[in-house]
Nanobody, 124 residues
Framework: QVQLVESGGGLVQAGGSLTLFCAAT????????MAWYGQARGKEREVVAE???????NYADSVRGRCTISSGDAKNTVHLQMNSLKPEDTAVYYC??????????????????WGQGTQVTVSS
């Protein structure tokens, strides 16, 4: 069972920076994409940034230009550098990973994994 271990959340003042880290452990299948989602209190969980094994990256409009997602030096790790943080960035941030492919018998599969979340609080 894949486990996503997150770290890096915390309290920061508006305009400050944080880096979130996530590592996927015990992965049997290749991880094709990793992402960070944010869930503010009372709101739905939404994608903040994602990176695919091809290297392509996507960002939510709300963070584009302020955040950078990148693969770590170790396999199946991902970082999210968050700059110029705003109070509205306050949320629990969840690491997400997807493994997908075709089995030897020709069946398609997709496994989605979630971390437990790390709190990011931006004070004004």
């Amino acid at each position: 069972q894949v486990q996503l271990v997150e770290s890096g959340g915390g309290l920061v003042q508006a305009g400050g920076s944080l880096t979130l880290f996530c590592a996927a452990t015990r992965s049997t299948f290749s991880i094709n994409a990793m992402a960070w989602y944010g869930q503010a209190r009372g709101k739905e969980r939404e994608v903040v940034a994602e990176i695919h094994s091809s290297g392509s990256r996507n960002y939510a409009d709300s963070v584009r230009g302020r955040c950078t997602i990148s693969s770590g030096d170790a396999k199946n790790t991902v970082h999210l550098q968050m700059n110029s943080l705003k109070p509205e960035d306050t949320a629990v941030y969840y690491c997400n990973a997807i493994s997908e492919g075709i089995t030897e018998t020709g069946e398609a599969f997709e496994y989605v994994y979630w971390g437990q979340g790390t709190q990011v609080t931006v004070s004004s």
